[in-house]
């Protein structure tokens, strides 16, 4: 353990609270004393009560979260996360990303992307006891899961009553709780401002999980709906929505040590995992996903040549590859690096010594925590057989071909049979990814990656092969795959990408009308090849579904004795991220990276002209530079910096699907947004360490500047409550 | 500028007074006011004499600086110091560099490196007026500068009474001043105790000039004096010698914020440039010379490959060079960034205006001012001339034949008459330089150079030829340098490298003690080429000289105009470092290198860790990462770090030559080392910024760790004075 703390003991103050744990909001009232005395002024029973201030004021963007940040629908959140609405946008004459949009009358608003959503939580139901008096001890394996994904259905079929409510059951704690969620989708979503790329990108991949950043990673959207006030798909005729409350925005801003909470929908942690589980996942799993991805990477790179059509069409794809490489990287250093391996060891040896101190503990507890070794023993058989297969998605067009094969398998079943991503709700969604998929494609790129990942399954023993893939493209184990070999494999793939009718859009898209019948007589190759490989990919799943259901059959206990040993021993516990709604708590802080340097918790504008090179990703505006040229301490309340601050740091514990969440003060005041952690929170989503685990907040200061200074948004000013 | 001082406001204490200068030892008693009120207690009176304590522990090693720390003549200074003796002892057997060395009696001590010595201070003298009244008006350009030079001989002639005595000649602030130097010179220097290279070059050229630092940059020698006490060479029968003082070795070590003082002999500074002279060298030498290095550097690599024989002779040089580009570049690049020559600009201006605001004034220093003006118009002229013939000297062999002529050349004088260089007292160190020579050049890698600098000069103007030049390489001004008249080129190269004799050791050495005539007989064409350069090289150095005197002439009167102004203004004024002896003043404190990153002032041994790789130059030793491991407070007055500190950072005004100085506490007890300064402050040697200039220097206490916990130093821990 790093024993500098030089500067901890000048800069920190005495927080003896942790900010670890992504806090379920029922979970606040017994932390409210301690938020108190840390900067919190609004009640901890209405932080508790998702449809009341201030939780009712944030909204899920399905990936993102958001905030309503005036009474007639404005909702602020990343500009990551409006990306896909401004490139749609965008265009050469439109020039969105370069400029940037502002819409100076709601009439000027534009559509979002297809798809984009703003879901409001309306109500939440504890459903655990539903659930679990169905689940009798004699429900094992898959027939559990089958269970659970049942009582799933109906009861979201149940709650979504009308067509404006979208219900969704998250499962906490590996099946320990179940709350089902009702949420107004509104579906009308339209793009009101966005700054120029050169602001709400400024760094870019370049600067991502970095620090120092400089990026205004903000941007408007507002929800509409029809006259009747309930969701309708976009019309002229749709209003604002006038939603329940909303957040003011503060032009004070934050000082360090302040006091911060996050309002944000996490997306997943695994806090939780057993020492088995972790290193499975370290020692197997994610290097094995780590080698494949790295090796598409090289292809996509060496088959998509700087200003090809290729190169266009991959480069978001390969940026997001590289970037998840680079994490990854990241992750497993850590991992190495850190005992955290050897400290989740000695948690479970405490847990274990617990359970066994006590006969009925012992009785209760034991026999699931042993089983779960088990389980994960087992689950490291196939293992490579079954990433090597999941990396095949890789290839986006027989991808697309798998799906839509399983979808006409799926629609003989009726809706509420079907499984999850197939069912009519599910429709929309699969249409604008098959719409989507042509613009980010190429067969030849297709074809060496195909080609590469068959090598690699060629190596796999007879045991872990799938015989019908192995007679489609006569790779039988044995066989020698020698360079003539291999060219015929070339040729076979490159035949089917010329056979195929895939490749044009109207047709891949008609297919998800087509009945199943029309798959099996189909002449297509890469639709023969979908069927070819379906029951080996339907017998995949269901073991896959034997061992979640295993799985939900014990780690419930785990999780039971986990939570118990912890309030034995007085500590709170908080159930891993799963994409509901959570809040975070923590303090403005900086961190030391290394010895010897120290990061700041603020960056300021003056960090942007010492950045800016006039090339993306550090292309800061002309009027941007000369704004800050002039920029002085009366724009933004930041005596302290003497300039307007950019970002900053907090403690608070945050994950992916965070982006974009409200950042408060203790007043429940909007002072930043989330939209990024620093590299040494990637680890972050295994282990909290409250000397690295960093947050990276947009400060409102900077947003309110931007907005005024640069962007000329004063009709967004005034429509917002601003406190200054 | 950076307005950013959110932890300046948190961190830097009240110091008003600026920590920029390098003060002559006579000036600090107008400053001790100043002094006392940030922690020296010890009074300004004794600072002020070079002869008392505690100036009189602070020796000159040439090129580095070092102190006394025992009664019987141990002196502690940087590794990088004593790199030429720890390289000259170690062997595969010996292993010093690996190991380190630690000689465990006295008689263990091994003789330095051939040239090494310890220069004490004994007397300095103000010749100023001796000088100044022998430069009448009419001597003008050449003969004031020969002038000087007579002079300078005369003195220092009449100052050596003896053998161990060297006096030397410093001018100050371009000749306004002028102090004879006395100096001890102990020429049996012995290696006492140096770390292994994986401490004292921990992090190599990747580190330096960088921060955080790790570097355990410290070594200790011995100075040794016949039994009378006198200097003398190496001797078995030498004792240690008894300096006047030394210093005692603090443990208790320095905190942020705590005073420092160096004392110590920086080479040379450029603060007191015109700003007409600042631009000369920024626009048009420094890029120049660093165009020439660039391709010099990019021919070595070239011919030098890896585990090739070159590789091994141009290695250290190679390094050296890169460092120097390395430092050219964030030198231009700082220069173009900052405004520094605005500034300079702009203190000209008010210093113009100061100047005409009264008649005499005027008339004392117009003249001057605006003749400094014309002469570096003039300079600009023949500059791509001159320094391509000054980066000839890459060419070592070629070189050395150009020295041996000319030093035969010089031999025709009487001794007193002979330029700076060539006298009876340099002849030992051309000896030695003489010798060094075959192990760091290759006539395949000479010829490349060799080759390549005759392109460039062909690319030159008529008007910038040398004729004989010209006639040797035939390659006059409008002939083209064709592929054939390359070939041709190259070819002759080849031929003077394989005739001549110049490559063999013996016989290159043998060429000192040649008289002129041999010379001007020899068939060898190396030396045939050397006596065709020599008229132009001495008429290049005449016209050099003939500057020079202009500007001894101008330049004083351009410093005294300069002083008054600024006397007029209340601000005190230090001269250019020159090599003398020099005392700054700081404190320990970190800066802000760049918006959103602090670097705090210490690195500590926690750090080594995270860096060591096993390989050079992060190969810290095994046993030193052991005794990391069980590192803890109590090892090192550090509580405020919890551990061992490593390295500091201050404000200490400091620049090359200051390399191993002592780094003293407010009651002149050795706190440090400096070693380096941090890249920020390479722009330092123009222009000090209290916000980025950094020392770095090497902590007493992880020195005394090192030597205590993994090198069994007992002995020199014993014989030194600690203070606990």
Not at 219 to 224: L, Q
Request: net charge neutral; charged share 20%.
């Amino acid at each position: 353990m790093n024993k500098v703390r030089w500067l901890a003991l000048l800069l920190f103050s005495a927080n003896v609270m942790a900010d670890e744990g992504m806090w379920l909001p029922q979970q606040l009232p017994e932390l409210e004393p301690e938020l108190t005395a840390r900067g919190l002024r609004i009640e901890g029973q209405n932080i508790a009560k998702l449809t009341e201030f201030p939780l009712n004021t944030s909204v899920s963007l399905k990936g993102c979260s958001g905030s309503f940040v005036s009474a007639t629908g404005l909702v602020v959140t990343n500009y990551h996360c409006v990306n896909s609405s401004i490139l749609h946008h965008s265009s050469n004459t439109t020039k969105l990303l370069q400029d940037g949009f502002f819409a100076a009358t709601l009439q000027q608003e534009l559509p979002a992307a297809a798809g984009s959503k703003i879901l409001l939580t309306q109500q939440v139901e504890n459903v655990t006891r539903q659930i679990q008096q169905e689940l009798t001890p004699q429900l094992l394996g898959r027939d559990r899961f089958e269970k659970i994904e049942q009582l799933r259905k109906e009861l979201v079929s149940a709650c979504e009553t009308s067509a404006g409510i979208r219900c969704s059951l998250y499962s906490y704690d590996g099946g320990l709780a179940y709350y089902l969620l009702k949420q107004l989708e509104i579906t009308d979503v339209r793009l009101v401002y966005a700054p120029a790329a050169g602001v709400g990108q400024f760094g870019g991949d370049i600067d991502q999980r970095m620090w120092p950043r400089h990026t205004g990673d903000f941007a408007f959207y507002r929800a509409y709906v029809g006259k009747d006030g309930q969701p309708a798909p976009y019309h002229s005729d749709n209003v604002p929505f006038a939603p329940p409350a909303f957040l003011k925005v503060s032009a004070k801003g934050v000082q360090a040590q302040d006091f911060v909470m996050v309002l944000g929908y996490p997306t997943q942690t695994y806090r939780h995992l057993t020492a088995a589980e972790l290193k499975l996942q370290f020692s197997q799993i994610l290097p094995l996903q780590q080698q494949y991805r790295a090796d598409i990477i090289r292809l996509m790179q060496q088959h998509s040549a700087e200003n090809s059509a290729e190169n266009l069409r991959y480069q978001a794809r390969l940026a997001g590859l590289q970037n998840r490489s680079k994490n990854t990287n990241i992750l497993l250093e850590t991992y190495q690096r850190s005992a955290l391996q050897q400290r989740k060891e000695q948690q479970q040896q405490a847990l274990l010594h617990w359970i066994k101190a006590e006969p009925g503990r012992q009785a209760r507890f034991l026999p699931a925590l042993l089983d779960m070794e088990r389980l994960v023993q087992q689950q490291s058989s196939n293992l490579q057989r079954n990433t090597l297969l999941q990396a095949f998605d890789a290839v986006q067009l027989f991808s697309a071909a798998r799906q839509l094969y399983r979808n006409a398998q799926e629609q003989l079943k009726p809706d509420s049979e079907r499984e999850v991503g197939f069912q009519q709700r599910d429709q929309a969604g699969l249409s604008a990814t098959l719409t989507e998929l042509h613009n980010t494609m190429s067969p030849q790129v297709e074809i060496e990656i195909a080609c590469y990942l068959l090598q690699q399954y060629h190596q796999l023993p007879a045991a872990e092969r799938v015989p019908l893939l192995d007679k489609f493209f006569n790779l039988a184990a044995g066989t020698a795959l020698d360079q003539p070999a291999l060219l015929q494999l070339k040729l076979q793939l490159q035949q089917m990408y010329q056979q195929t009718k895939l490749t044009d859009a109207a047709t891949l898209l008609a297919w998800q009308q087509q009945p199943a019948p029309a798959f099996s007589q189909s002449q297509d190759p890469l639709l023969q090849l979908a069927a070819a490989l379906y029951p080996a990919e339907l017998a995949r799943e269901q073991q896959q579904q034997t061992n979640e259901g295993k799985l939900l059959q014990l780690k419930p206990l785990v999780m039971a004795a986990l939570q118990a040993f912890k309030a034995s021993q007085q500590q709170k516990n908080y159930p891993d991220a799963n994409g509901s709604l959570r809040v975070s708590v923590g303090s403005v802080q900086g961190y030391q990276p290394r010895d010897g340097v120290y990061y700041t918790p603020f960056t300021t504008v003056q960090g942007i002209v010492a950045k800016a090179t006039g090339t993306a990703p550090f292309a800061a505006p002309a009027a941007q530079l000369s704004a800050i040229a002039t920029a002085n301490v009366s724009d933004a309340a930041a005596d302290f910096l003497g300039t307007v601050p950019v970002n900053f740091l907090s403690t608070a514990d945050t994950t992916a699907g965070n982006s974009g969440a409200a950042t408060l003060n203790g007043q429940a005041e909007l002072v930043g947004l989330l939209f990024d952690g620093v590299s040494e929170s990637i680890i972050g989503d295994y282990e909290y360490d409250p000397a690295t685990n960093r947050s990276i907040h947009l400060d409102s200061r900077y947003m309110l500047w931007q907005m005024d200074k640069v962007d000329g948004a004063s009709r967004l000013l005034q429509e917002m409550v601003i406190v200054r």
